[in-house]
């Protein structure tokens, strides 16, 4: 093993707080796994809470690892050195239980990498019980696991905090029993919220269109997913603190979960009903812990600005004198007190996601935004010192016109007049556009995605009309990139031999080009296809709580541009998630 790695480890541990140490041997030792780098790794508080709650448990040794840089890629190469933890430097092929948190699809092909570099067989098929247990869980592996069902021996669907638990228990029962590997494999299927791919088989037409999905050995033959009901149970807040990471400098806890705003286009807004919120007392017991290391704390949620009591959290934040930080807000759900918050925590720019530049798109996708409420988002900040401004446009909807994108280039040139004209210092407007990704478990998921030169048509197009502001900046995802990504999240298991083609091809997007094309496929297959209403989808047999009928009901109410409104604060029969219990 590489002394140059294990060296910058333990720097990187000398800077850490809250790291856990138990004693190996003491307890059974699992492994968790980010598949990208230690900074990105440790600003994701998903994987910091499993990573913590696992730990409290007296039976269980949880240990990080991460993919190495470019760098250190090079330097375990050349020593022919296996991948080690960070706690004790462990070789990750001796932990009985290796778990992945994949947040993000293009992600597969590092979580392959980093099972090589830990020594351990690929496919699922060739582990047996001396191979560690290989799960996964997150978002990408709950909305459609399929791309990497050949390497995984069981899926978390849903949230992690509990049903980790019942596989760790699971596990250990079977070690206790003494029993084969598909003895273990039947005693996780019969799990809530765990599904074995193994024990499904699935077959395809001549058209490459999935024609069977058939359970064996008494598998479920629906998944449904689980999800933390009392978020208070499983507090969820940076556990270890370190400075190499974006947000080094901030204490991140989790104040809301799920998003009940109906957006068509978001699977968070799906996967993650219903909208839960933490109490105010918990969220503040919790900032207390941070207290003593930070002064300032970002707060966490897919829509933190819709959070009831978000006022009154701002008051008590500030009364103990410390900063907050908040990734985007909606703009019509903003209060002043928020607003004054980030300015006292000195926010020099306010983020907002209008996703569409016109009333009508946004009247499409559900947003529930106007013109009006952006506007007076953009004033609100201005007027309490927040000149910048950055925008979230998505591009490529099927229902999209010109006149949607020209909206972009008329609304931020609205902005940069007001902004202009008010009397105060200009700030600087930038725009973030991003492809649409058709994503499953949402009212677009039979879609097509745009194609790639129309979508460079429409960027280029915004580029060029804003050009003449010059404090206008327009930042945009690759086409290309977005492409790989949508065929990831919408592909089948005949996915599993193009990620391991990449990962010996050496990645890139001709890499890429060439794997499909290898195995006869192409990624505008699972990306740029409409999915007809009876095709089988690769993620059919996953159940969110959500009727299929509300789906569809929601695809239509899109093209007659109909909104749907917000969960309500109790219980209701909408779309299926209350009455089921998701």
């Known amino acids: ?31 968790l796994l980010y598949p990208n780098t230690y900074s990105l790794g440790m600003s994701n508080l998903g994987f910091m809470t499993i990573y913590h709650h696992l730990n409290l448990r007296s039976d269980v040794m949880c240990e990080r690892f991460f993919l190495p840089d470019q760098h250190d890629l090079a330097e375990y190469t050349r020593t022919n050195s296996t ?86 228990d699971a596990y250990q029962a079977w070690r206790a029993a003494g029993e084969a590997k598909s003895g273990l494999r039947s005693r996780l299927a019969a799990l809530p919220g765990v599904y074995v791919p193994a024990l499904y088989e699935v077959t395809y037409d001549s058209r ?32 270890i603190l370190t400075p190499d990471t974006e947000f080094g400098s901030m204490f991140l806890v989790e104040i809301t979960r799920g998003c009940g705003r109906h957006c068509r286009f978001c699977m968070a807004g799906y996967c993650y009903r219903k909208p839960r919120h933490r109490s105010l007392a918990q969220i503040l017991e919790t900032i207390k812990l941070g207290l003593p290391y930070r002064k300032k704390f970002g707060l966490v949620g897919a829509a933190v600005s819709d959070y009831p009591a978000i006022d009154e959290l701002c008051e008590a934040l500030m009364k103990l004198d410390v900063q907050i930080s908040v990734a985007s807000l909606r703009a019509d759900s903003l209060t002043e007190s928020l607003v004054a918050a980030l300015a006292r925590s000195g926010h020099k720019t306010i983020t907002l996601a209008p996703e569409a530049g016109s009333e009508r798109m946004r009247r499409v996708i559900n947003k529930g935004v106007t013109e009006g409420d952006i506007i007076r988002a953009v004033k609100l900040a201005r007027d309490h010192g927040i000149n910048n401004v950055k925008l979230y446009f998505i591009i490529g909807f099927a229902q999209e016109r010109a006149e949607d994108i020209e909206g972009i280039v008329s609304l931020t040139a609205l902005l940069h007049d007001l ?99 290898a195995r006869n496929l192409t990624m505008d297959f699972f990306s740029r296809r409409i999915r007809p209403a009876g095709e089988y989808l690769p993620w059919q047999h996953l159940d969110m709580g959500m009727d299929p009928a509300y789906l569809a009901a929601e695809a239509e109410k899109a093209g007659r541009e109909e909104p749907t409104p917000p969960c309500p604060p109790g219980p209701c029969l909408r779309c299926g998630v209350c009455a089921t219990g998701g």
Request: proline share 8%; with cysteine.
């Open 83 to 168: 991948l080690f933890s960070y706690e004790h430097q462990l070789p990750l092929a001796g932990f009985s239980v290796v778990g992945a948190a994949l947040s993000f699809e293009l992600d597969y092909v590092n979580f392959l990498k980093m099972l090589a570099l830990g020594k351990i067989p690929l496919p699922a098929a060739e582990r047996d019980e001396s191979h560690p247990l290989v799960i996964a869980g997150g978002p990408a592996a709950t909305f459609n696991p399929e791309p990497l069902a050949d390497f995984v021996d069981a899926f978390i669907i849903g949230e992690g905090e509990e049903t980790v638990q019942r596989v760790i």
């Open 419 to 517: 902004m202009a004209a008010d009397g105060r210092r200009a700030g600087k407007i930038t725009l973030s556009i991003n492809p649409f990704i058709p994503k499953p478990f949402t009212p677009f998921e039979r879609q097509a995605m745009a194609g790639q030169k129309e979508i460079e048509q429409k960027t280029d197009y915004i580029v060029k009309q804003l050009k003449k502001y010059k404090n206008v900046q327009v930042i945009f995802e690759s086409p290309k990139w977005a492409m790989v990504q949508a065929a990831l999240a919408r592909g089948d298991r005949r996915l599993g031999p193009v990620l391991l083609a990449v990962l010996s091809g050496g990645g890139g997007i001709a890499a890429w080009k060439r794997a499909f094309a």
């Open 208 to 239: 490459g269109v999935i024609s069977g999905f058939t359970p064996q050995g008494g598998a479920p033959a629906k998944i449904r997913r689980c999800w933390v009901k009392a978020l208070d149970a499983y507090p969820a807040y940076s556990c």
């Open 1 to 31: 093993m590489s002394w140059p790695l294990i060296e910058k480890v333990k720097r990187q541990l000398n800077r850490e707080i809250g790291t856990v140490y138990k004693a190996p041997g003491s307890a059974l030792p699992v492994a």
